[in-house]
């Protein structure tokens, strides 16, 4: 599947996916946005190795997604995500 990826991370944005806006049904495993926000997520994590995937961070992909394709979304979310306080914010540890 994705051998670049540690499998913790894949499980946990799998399981993200159906948690994604469930009542649109767009993100859902045979909704037409499930693939491309899967992609998207997987990409971001790839890009991002020291932030990886964050619970939640399917919301503002999907928010994306919605309304461009998924290289302006992920460029989108690269940006955003970088800017400000983001990268500090995403990489606070919930645990201790």
């Not at 037409?32 to 619970?55: E, F, K, N, T």
């Amino acid at each position: 599947d994705t051998p670049w990826m540690d499998k913790a991370t894949i499980r946990q944005i799998d399981l993200d996916l159906d948690r994604t806006f469930p009542e649109l049904g767009f993100f859902n495993r045979s909704g037409p946005y499930h693939v491309p926000l899967r992609d998207l997520l997987l990409a971001y994590a790839a890009y991002s190795p020291s932030i990886g995937y964050v619970q939640g961070m399917g919301y503002i992909a999907s928010s994306f997604l919605m309304y461009m394709d998924p290289p302006e979304a992920f460029t989108l979310m690269v940006n955003l995500l970088s800017q400000h306080h983001f990268p500090e914010f995403l990489l606070v540890d919930m645990d201790g």
